[in-house]
């Protein structure tokens, strides 16, 4: 028997739940927690109307280490699945050492009142996980996540050197609104306002916020300009891969999101600093994020497709090698079999498959490791099993920018 809690009923929560319940031989018991239990309630409907599953739901707030320890101690799951916001990470860490819980999520920590996220609050964990005997597997998504497993695939199997790695993500898909956020506004702009950084010969460069700008022509999507961008896992690829020259990441944006994204900023609405309105204290962009279309509610409007991969050049058996590695998924696929668009689809999946590796033992260790540490091969053979087929192709040169 295995039970599994999942804390977060957003979109990618709502995917993990509809994989999970579809492999009832590893996910035998699953509870799906949040801060609202209509949001659990929703969802669990949703799965059980589809599926002969049951799903328990729970509310949590888990900014509240006392009550999601509670939580922890009267589900008694093996694994804690975290797909709220990065906000609440260490919360949820610090209660699963409490409780003696595996912790797996997608995303790496940020303080609510800065704009800034790095692995070195959850690495710091490593040595109490590793005492406790328990596994924080960290970034178990698409981008972190699939493509942390896609370089670690490449450094296995394609190259015995990789000296540069782009990670290309492109969303060709399109929902009729002027402008939203295909997942969680207040994540996706803190990230896409952010100065760009990347990592050249040793050291971390910085440029402005979607200052360079590239076309690339996408499989199956087209050619579309990608902009880049500080994404976290650079961070730790070049930290486990410390053979990595240059690490680079690319979104791409059209026109319209760029131009509302501007306006909105030029007038203040993208800010985390408090205002005072009417006698009450907001934050600007939080409540932007109430006013603008609820990601959840895209799926079923959302047509095209996502193309998100990797671009690796190095050496293999004394030759330059060039390797792309990507997957495409389309929205209305994901939405027809979840009821989500392909967003939340690309991140609930693999969050899904991590914590089926570690249930049933594939996936082990104790102490904070990220996903590119471990062994891919089972993870690769699942993508292909669940709805995110992958494809690699060797290229005739590198990058040409
Ligand atoms: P949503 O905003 O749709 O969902 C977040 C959910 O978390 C909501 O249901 C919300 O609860 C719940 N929540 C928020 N605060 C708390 C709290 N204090 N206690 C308990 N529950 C809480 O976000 P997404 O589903 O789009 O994203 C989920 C996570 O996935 C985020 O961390 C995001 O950064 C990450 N992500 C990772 C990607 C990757 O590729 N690695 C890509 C996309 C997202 P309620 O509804 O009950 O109020």
């Known amino acids: 028997m295995t039970k599994i809690l999942v804390i977060g009923a957003g979109g990618v929560g709502s995917v993990a739940v509809h994989k999970m319940a579809m492999m009832p031989e590893v996910f035998s018991h699953i509870t799906l927690a949040s801060r609202r239990i209509s949001s659990c309630e929703q969802i669990a409907r949703q799965v059980e109307q589809k599926f002969s599953a049951k799903i328990e739901v729970a509310e949590v707030n888990a900014d509240d280490l006392e009550q999601t320890i509670r939580l922890l101690d009267l589900v008694k799951p093996s694994l804690v699945v975290n797909l709220a916001l990065p906000y609440q990470d260490l919360i949820i860490m610090e209660a699963c050492l409490k409780v003696g819980v595996h912790y797996l999520d997608t995303a790496n920590y940020e303080p609510r009142d800065e704009a800034k996220f790095q692995y070195s609050w959850q690495w710091e964990y490593h040595d109490r996980f590793k005492e406790a005997g328990l596994l924080a597997l960290l970034g178990s998504g698409f981008d972190p996540g699939v493509t942390n ?215 082990q260790g104790a102490g904070v490791f990220n996903i590119e540490q471990m062994n891919p091969d089972p993870f690769m053979k699942m993508l292909n099993q669940n709805g995110l087929p992958w494809i690699e192709k060797e290229l005739d040169g590198p990058l040409s920018f």
């Open 149 to 363: 497993v896609f370089t670690a695939w490449a450094k296995k199997y394609h190259f015995d050197q990789i000296n540069t790695l782009d990670i290309l993500d492109c969303n060709g898909g399109d929902h009729g609104h002027p402008f939203a956020t295909n997942f969680n506004p207040e994540i996706n702009i803190r990230e896409i306002t952010a100065p760009a950084r990347f990592w050249e010969n040793g050291d971390w460069q910085e440029r402005p916020a979607l200052s360079d700008k590239q076309s690339f022509d996408f499989p199956e999507v087209g050619a579309r300009n990608m902009y880049l961008m500080y994404h976290e896992e650079l961070e730790s690829l070049v930290h486990h891969l410390p053979e990595i020259q240059r690490a680079r990441f690319w979104m791409t944006f059209g026109d319209s999101y760029l131009k509302h994204l501007e306006v909105l900023q030029n007038v203040g609405m993208t800010s985390i600093e408090p205002v005072k309105y009417d006698g009450h204290e907001i934050i600007p962009l939080q409540f932007l994020k109430a006013v603008l279309p609820n990601p959840g509610d895209l799926g079923e409007i959302t047509k095209g497709k996502t193309c998100i991969g990797n671009i690796i050049s190095g050496v293999k058996d004394g030759r330059p090698k060039n390797l792309y590695i990507y997957n495409i998924c389309n929205h209305e696929q994901a939405f027809s079999e979840v009821g989500s668009q392909a967003v939340s689809y690309t991140t609930g999946v693999p969050a899904m498959i991590g914590s089926a590796l570690i249930l049933k033992k594939e996936w």
